[in-house]
């Protein structure tokens, strides 16, 4: 039987879970790790990388190498968000002639749907290895805050990568269904996700098996990797005072920056100081130049200050929205790595007035409760409901491009609103409906989800028409709108597919694309795979060989050399199975130098002090 995934499609990393006998469980990818880098490479040869791979060789190819594709999915190109994106990545992000957003590769434009299909497809592939069997469907996790087009085009990157999205479900929801699964008491919580690129707050009522979730708030801005980028300006800066130069046209040395700051910024969340060390970053004619700093705690709280009092405000929405008071929630759960961080978990403790959980571990909640929401509709999990929310208030347009609400924001789906309209001017025949989807006031600041007409109304005065405008919201969100001429029974109704920005025959085009490409990216993934374990085992061989090296005798010593020269040549070339003969040879180089590291007399002599030594010393 094929089988459901529940996938965490994080910004900055990915986490897929299945439902195993009723219980969720990560599944890890071949090199053991439990999430995946939400990053993909584009190298000079043509090949696609995707991971840990493609994050491992952003610093030397950084205009090719695509990370936090969630935050352009589903936006317009003129978008503030999109504009401020373009001032961050490496990458070129250019416009469609639609509007919409591409990023140029090696000459490509790729749409961030196919980029994130790159993802998912990878990510599709880890869970078939790993179950041994097709895996057809999948439940997708986004931001509470997400709208229709984002929704939607992540919708159309599961497609693209050949999965039947069955449900797409908030971040937040699925991290209370995984935290929620082994307790049975009926209490609020509230769920804190501040990851790489966005910000989420919920407010749940869990009860019998019922996950209800009653508010949800956040910034789809804000993340991690603003904190990145404060402490590179902050680099950036001081190393300009030191040195008199400016690194931020040099794109290679940026991406080292960003490494490192976040790098840092992790330490500091269990250091009060580290040190930020960059060898060799630019160099002029006085030679290289290397960056040194320290950084503190307290420092890097003061940078990011601004930052993380920007969750307050989503929180107090969310409360007032869920109609509660602080004091009324009965857990706080933190999820997203940068919810690590001890000043963003102060905060939420004097936001809720009480210690968030961190039991949980932040990572990988989200793609767990995707898991388990995929075992509940697969029948594998029993008992547990879940009733989610519309993100944003759904409407029409009325007289004088005013918005007026049928669905307030925050409503539990599925759901159904009607409400009556009038004419505007004597004998009108016809009215156009206007869906929408905002916040805004003003018709037009809102999204329009898709527009139709109710003609034939009878010849009347202005205001005495009734037309009846139904909206209906199923449990996957989908919207049906119809609208009733009351007085002639006339019906004209829409289903609203809100567009992700990609026509239909695109998505086709690039599913096709994608089959014909799949043997060869397969191919180069396993590539990609086997050439970092050879260079892994290559460095330390050429290390232990260099010290040790004299010790064999002759024969060795060249058949060594050659297993090491063509270890070197498998690196740069594409055969596969050159690589696996390669990876198996430094394999019996690797045991040859451990037998004469372990025979060196000095070497036997040196660990027999230490251990007397620790003996002693314990002693
Ligand atoms: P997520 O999207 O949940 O994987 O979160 C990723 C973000 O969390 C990235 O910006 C990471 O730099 C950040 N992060 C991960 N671990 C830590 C940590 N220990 N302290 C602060 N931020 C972290």
């Not at 990818?29 to 439990?34: A, T, V, Y």
């Not at 087009?149 to 929801?173: C, F, H, M, W, Y």
């Not at 009108?428 to 527009?451: D, F, P, T, W, Y």
């Amino acid at each position: 039987m094929a089988r459901m995934i529940g996938i965490d499609l994080g910004t900055t990393n990915c986490c897929v879970a299945v439902v195993e006998g009723a219980r969720p469980e990560v599944i890890p990818s071949k090199e053991g790790s439990r999430t995946v880098p939400s990053v993909v490479g584009f190298t000079a040869k043509g090949d696609r990388l995707v991971g840990q791979i493609a994050k491992r060789q952003a610093v030397t190819n950084p205009t090719n190498t695509v990370y936090a594709v969630k935050r352009l999915i589903g936006r317009k190109y003129n978008s503030p968000e999109v504009q401020k994106a373009r001032g961050l990545m490496p990458y070129a992000i250019t416009e469609a002639v639609n509007g919409d957003v591409r990023i140029r590769i090696l000459d490509k434009d790729y749409s961030p749907q196919e980029l994130s299909a790159v993802i998912l497809g990878r990510l599709k592939a880890m869970a078939e290895e790993h179950l041994g069997c097709d895996v057809s469907e999948a439940i997708i996790t986004v931001p509470a805050y997400f709208d229709d087009s984002q929704r939607q085009a992540t919708r159309d990157a599961g497609r693209i990568a050949g999965l039947k999205v069955a449900r797409i479900i908030n971040e937040p929801t699925a991290a209370a269904l995984a935290f929620g699964l082994d307790d049975e008491s009926d209490r609020t919580v509230a769920v804190f996700d501040l990851g790489g690129g966005t910000f989420d707050v919920s407010i749940l009522r869990i009860g019998e098996g019922v996950f209800e979730v009653k508010a949800t708030s956040g910034d789809t801005f804000l993340g991690g990797e603003d904190f990145d980028q404060r402490i590179v300006e902050w680099l950036l800066a001081e190393f300009q005072q030191q040195s008199g130069i400016d690194l931020k046209g040099d794109t290679l040395a940026l991406q080292r920056l960003k490494e490192a700051a976040e790098k840092a910024k992790c330490e500091l969340s269990l250091l009060t100081q580290t040190e930020i060390k960059l060898p060799f970053i630019c160099s002029d004619k006085s030679g290289p130049k290397h960056l040194s700093l320290a950084l503190t705690r307290e420092k890097l709280e003061e940078m990011v200050r601004d930052l993380v009092e920007r969750t307050e405000d989503p929180c107090r929405e969310a409360l007032t929205l869920a109609g509660m008071a602080a004091d009324e929630v009965d857990d706080v759960l933190l999820v997203g790595g940068q919810a690590k961080m001890p000043l963003v978990i102060e905060t939420v403790r004097r936001i809720f007035g009480r210690d968030p959980n961190q039991n949980e571990n932040p990572d990988e909640v989200v793609g767990i409760g995707a898991a388990v929401q995929a075992g509940i509709i697969q029948g594998d999990i029993k008992d547990l409901v879940l009733l989610d929310v519309t993100p944003l208030s759904l409407g029409l347009e009325t007289r004088g491009g005013m918005f007026t609400k049928l669905i307030e924001r925050s409503s539990t789906i599925p759901t159904r609103r009607k409400k009556t309209f009038t004419t505007v001017m004597d004998n009108q025949s016809k009215v156009e409906i206007n869906v929408l989807q905002g916040e805004r006031e003003i018709a037009a600041h809102n999204r329009s989800l898709g527009k139709f007409e109710l003609v034939g109304i009878s010849p009347a005065p202005k205001g005495v028409p009734q037309v009846e405008v139904c909206f209906d919201i199923d449990s996957n969100g989908i919207v049906n709108v119809s609208a009733r001429d009351l007085s002639t029974g006339k019906q004209q109704k829409i289903v609203v597919t809100p567009s992700s920005g990609l026509s239909e025959r695109e998505i086709t085009s690039i599913i096709e694309d994608a089959k014909v490409n799949e043997e060869e990216d397969r191919k180069k993934a396993e590539l990609g795979r086997l050439t970092s374990r050879i260079e892994g085992l290559l460095e330390s061989n050429i290390k232990t060989f260099s010290e040790f090296g004299e010790m064999l005798d002759k024969e060795k010593q060249e058949y060594v050399r050659t297993v090491l020269d063509s270890a070197r040549r498998a690196v740069a070339g594409n055969s596969v199975s050159e690589a696996t003969q390669v990876l198996e040879k430094l394999g019996e180089v690797s045991q040859i130098l451990t037998d004469v590291m372990l025979y060196d007399p000095n070497t036997f002599q040196s660990e027999t002090d230490a251990e007397v030594d620790q003996e002693s010393e314990s002693g």
